[in-house]
């Protein structure tokens, strides 16, 4: 069984700190990682994705994957309560329609 | 504008009754999916559609159907065979497999 881990927190930070959202994954063979991001009632947004060891950088986002450790995080600088929602992890299984999602991390940032 | 349009935002069923959730995109996407979502909870794929009159069951297909008569719309229907369908369900389309774009949900409930 493919599965995706995540603390589901509530992750609680001050405004302007950096909030760090952690996810490990079972399949060894997956390529392509993700970060959905979902407010209350809505639905996901994809607002990051990686395929290689390593940082990507986009904005205040960061992502990093560590395939040896099958463990992938989201870093948000300088966070915002606007940032405040849950975090959903995807790793794709590797067939067709086979994107595995965690439960999710629900981020608060306090003012 | 381009995008997923569901419908209705809120749906109510009574026992033994099917009911049908809507889903139609204008991204010109060939593939369709339908995840639900339930409190706290990651998102599972129900059905997905990669071409036109075709689609494969997901992790829980049980007591759900789908049709794909034509590329823009991919309904749902919810049958009575599913007893516990409250729930929030999510429509997606994609280009490419990994990348997936959400409608708004619809909210199902039992009266």
């Known amino acids: 069984q493919k599965e995706v881990e995540q603390n589901s927190g509530p992750l609680s930070v001050p405004e302007g700190a950096i909030a760090s959202l952690n996810c490990t994954y079972s399949?060894?063979?997956?390529?392509?990682f993700f970060w959905y991001r979902q407010y209350s009632g809505k639905s996901p947004e994809l607002i990051m994705f990686i395929y290689s060891n390593g940082d990507k950088e986009d904005g205040r986002f960061t992502a990093q994957l560590n395939k040896a450790s099958q463990y992938v995080s989201l870093l948000i600088r300088d966070s915002q309560p606007s940032d405040s929602a849950t975090y959903l992890c995807a790793f794709y299984g590797g067939s067709q329609g086979n994107l595995i999602f965690g439960k999710g991390t629900k981020l608060s940032v306090k003012p | 504008d381009g995008g997923i349009t569901q419908s209705p935002k809120y749906l109510f069923r009574k026992e033994g009754q099917n009911v049908t959730l809507s889903c139609e995109q204008n991204?010109?996407?060939?593939?369709m999916y339908w995840y639900r979502q339930d409190p706290g909870q990651g998102l599972r794929l129900i059905y997905y559609?990669?071409?036109?009159?075709?689609?494969q069951k997901g992790d829980i297909a049980e007591g759900y159907s789908v049709s794909r008569e034509k590329k823009e719309s991919f309904p749902l229907t919810v049958t009575s065979a599913q007893k516990n369908p409250t729930a929030f369900y999510l429509c997606?389309?994609?280009?490419?497999?990994?990348?997936?774009?959400f409608g708004s949900g619809t909210q199902l409930s039992v009266l």
């Open positions: 991204l010109n996407h060939d593939a």
């Open positions: 399949d060894r063979g997956s390529q392509s």
């Open positions: 997606a389309s994609s280009r490419t497999v990994e990348k997936l774009f």
């Open positions: 559609s990669q071409i036109v009159n075709d689609f």
